[in-house]
């Protein structure tokens, strides 16, 4: 043990030597470095830590991340409508027709769904749980391409439940994965992280559909014997403990190939302006959530409305 | 000192030490705008890293290894990667710039616009190791690499505007009378 008087000069020889060895330039570069590797292998090992710092942050930024995707949108949409001036007469007529066809189907969907009640009440089926929307703006979007996800301008104060899907009105855009208080972060179908088990609309077969950050996710585990043809369309097949309600349209596939069939999604993921946050009561929650919930008025959807498209 | 002058001396400051590092931010958020442009198009990190390059080379006063470190962070949150990730490359890219500051300042622009790919091009493949390494086989290099070369075309705009932002922090920095 060192005598009182050389313990503090070496405490005092410490002190005056690694701030300013810290402070330095090639200091500052070496801790900047060991931070970052740190970070990443915290990232590794507490990713619950990130994704709450994540949503933290974007709580924060929110605000910013409104103002700024506003002119863009709308300088984008200036674009589209003076781009589109010339196409609108050939427009116009398509539209017309495919609303005579709307029409048909709005009928045919009236009529089965008179139909499906009355089947209900004569096997005393259970009715399908409430489900809760929440319709909101995407206000950002991960830029890169390591990872497909946005963020929307409602979060906790707005009733977003943690478990809600992210649909358009032409179908399945992906599932909320962190909620905080006035955004939510939604991770994209296309995404690497996302599986969705789903079904083949004609054969009933299932599958999962794995996103791996192109345009086109790949529809995989399906049974040996499995024959897929090129337009055949995807849904949910609301298997396991998914928060995916039965039924949701997925999208359409458009190549297979041996170990390779890929799926075209309905939703059109590179224009999402909003998109509807819809808890449909998969997973448990208990009474004092459910009573809060409704509390707040969530707009309650029954299950037939709008998550169903014409083919 | 009066009051004025302290005043045009707080401007100062705040402009000196605070327009270049808002300028990089702007530069991370705004790939985060939502647009209509195919996936891979954008590469979060590789537009913030043209005005850490372009403020390292102009005033390496202004980006320090802690800010650059920093701006790398807020790159990682909005871009959806591992934390660190983007504070380790853009690290490594400002040791790289300080290296061959005396070279590159002494260049006309279309060099330094080829060096500007070089970086870039690193960087990329930097992320993409590192990225390869928390995800095997998550991303396709080669259509990472149509976002590379968008943000390269882009770079004389983005310049430009840095260079308007530096005068106007020149202005700041001439000695108040």
């Keep these: 043990m060192l005598p009182p008087r050389h313990r503090q000069a070496a405490f005092k020889a410490f002190w005056s030597y690694w701030p ?37 942050v974007f709580d924060r930024l929110s605000i910013i ?101 992210a649909m358009t009105g032409d179908g399945i855009v992906g599932r909320t994965m962190d909620v905080s208080d006035t955004s939510s972060h939604v991770l994209l179908l296309t995404d690497v992280n996302s599986r969705i088990p789903v079904v083949i609309e004609n054969s009933r077969h299932r599958g999962i559909l794995a996103g791996d950050n192109s345009s086109q996710p790949l529809l995989m585990y399906l049974p040996d014997d499995a024959s897929v043809m090129v337009g055949e369309r995807v849904l949910t097949s609301g298997d396991a403990a998914g928060i995916y309600a039965p039924g949701l349209p997925v999208g359409v596939v458009v190549s297979v190939q041996p170990r390779n069939i890929r799926i075209q999604p309905f939703a059109d993921l590179r224009r999402l302006d909003f998109v509807q946050l819809i808890d449909f009561g998969r997973k448990d929650t208990t009474e004092s959530e459910k009573a809060a919930n409704s509390a707040a008025g969530a707009e309650t959807l029954s299950p037939a409305e709008p998550v169903e498209t014409m083919p | 000192m009066t009051a004025e002058a302290s005043m045009l001396g707080f401007l100062r400051g705040l ?49 320090p290894v802690t800010v650059v470190f920093l701006l790398g962070l807020l790159t990682d949150i ?84 840095l260079s308007r932002l530096h005068d106007m922090i020149n202005l700041f920095d001439e000695p108040i009378a």
């Design chain 1, 20 to 56: 300013r060895r810290l402070l330095s330039e090639r200091g500052a570069l070496a801790l900047a470095l060991f931070c970052a590797v740190i970070l990443m292998i915290l990232s590794l090992a507490a990713p619950q830590f990130v994704h709450k710092t994540r949503s933290v």
């Design chain 1, 65 to 165: 991340l409104t103002a700024m995707a506003s002119p863009a949108k709308k300088i984008s949409l200036l674009i589209e409508h003076v781009t589109g001036l010339s196409d609108m007469s050939s427009d116009l007529a398509a539209m017309r027709e495919e609303n005579a066809k709307l029409r048909q189907w709005y009928d045919r969907a009236r009529q089965l769904e008179a139909e499906n009640r009355s089947l209900r009440s004569l096997v005393h089926l259970a009715d399908l749980p409430q489900s809760r929307a929440v319709t909101t703006r995407v206000i950002a979007e991960s830029g890169g391409n390591f990872a497909q996800s946005v963020i929307v301008d409602a979060g906790v104060d707005e009733n977003v439940s943690p478990s809600s899907v």
């Design chain 2, 15 to 63: 402009a000196l030490d605070f327009l270049p590092v808002l300028s990089v931010a702007l530069l991370v958020l705004v790939t985060t705008i939502p647009t209509s442009l195919p996936p891979m198009t954008t590469i979060g990190g590789i537009w913030p890293l043209i005005g850490i390059a372009y403020w390292t080379l102009s005033r390496p006063g202004s980006m």
């Design chain 2, 78 to 161: 909005v871009t959806f990667v591992p934390f660190g990730l983007h504070g380790f490359v853009f690290v490594l890219a400002r040791m790289t710039l300080i290296r061959q500051r005396r070279f590159l300042m002494g260049q006309g622009f279309w060099v330094l616009w080829v060096a500007y790919a070089l970086l870039a091009a690193g960087v990329y493949t930097l992320l993409f190791l590192l990225t390869s390494l928390f995800q095997p086989g998550a991303v396709s290099y080669a259509a990472g690499l149509v976002g590379v070369s968008i943000a390269w075309a882009c770079v004389p705009l983005v310049i430009w505007f």
